[in-house]
């Protein structure tokens, strides 16, 4: 069991628009920053969104993050084929000292 | 350009030895912190640990390690060649999986990880 929760899959049509979130405790989400990265089949993750709610630059404007206490979501907005991947949201937890991984979701586009 | 590149794959037996690196260019080796993942088949990543080459540790490296990884793993680091080490003493068969390094972006607990290594697949099977 990951210590953040995410939802194992999500799916949703192209040009609409997914949440996923990520689920953690007041020893990471509550008090870190909070990180997402994308994986596409067989690739290397990728920063997709960082502290939050910061987009990195060459990272499209569709993606945006947000943050309220012990939770964070992941919002992609006018979906593509091309974003069909494995997302992974990401914290540091002052409890482990170390990075806590959430599960992973799957991003399937209709 | 900032790079990672990895060692290539490597196929070994139960309870023999391995090292895999992971070469850092493109930028200052020893004020970026250097952290593993591992990502078994077909499941998520995980965080293994990570080591801070600063100058500020002349002779050896600071490092730390996930729980469930401590003790099971060695983390290192060659500063002269900025390139980090994953080692292991005795493989399982458990061990099989794809191994990331990263970058991470400043060095604070905090910081996220920037860039990644294109990943070694190790295989351990009698």
Not at chain 2, 9 to 18: I, N, R, T, Y
Not at chain 2, 56 to 62: I, K, L, M, N, T
């Amino acid at each position: 069991q990951s210590v953040l929760t995410q939802p194992p899959s999500v799916s949703e049509a192209p040009r609409q628009r997914v949440t996923i979130s990520c689920s953690g405790s007041s020893s990471n989400i509550g008090k870190n920053a909070v990180h997402w990265y994308q994986q596409l089949p067989g690739k290397a993750p990728k920063l997709l969104i960082y502290y939050d709610d910061l987009v990195p630059s060459g990272v499209s404007d569709r993606f945006s993050g947000s943050k309220s206490g012990t939770s964070a979501s992941l919002a992609i907005s006018g979906l593509q084929s091309e974003d069909e991947a494995d997302y992974y949201c990401a914290a540091w937890d002052d409890s482990l000292n170390g990075v806590v991984f959430g599960g992973g979701t799957k991003l399937t586009v209709l | 350009e900032v790079q990672l590149v990895q060692s290539g794959a490597e196929v070994k037996k139960p309870e023999e030895s391995l090292r895999i690196s992971c070469k850092g260019s493109g930028y200052s080796f020893t004020n970026y912190w250097i952290s593993w993942v591992r990502q078994m088949p077909g499941k998520g990543l995980e965080w293994m640990g990570k080591i801070d080459p600063s100058d500020s540790y002349p002779s050896d490296s600071y490092t730390n390690y996930s729980p469930s990884f401590q003790g099971h793993v060695t983390i290192s680091a060659d500063k002269a060649i900025s390139t980090a080490y994953l080692q292991w003493s005795s493989l399982k068969a458990s061990d099989t999986a794809m191994y990331f390094c990263a970058r991470h972006l400043r060095v604070e607990d905090t910081a996220p990880i920037d860039y990644w290594g294109q990943g070694t697949l190790v295989t351990v099977s009698s």
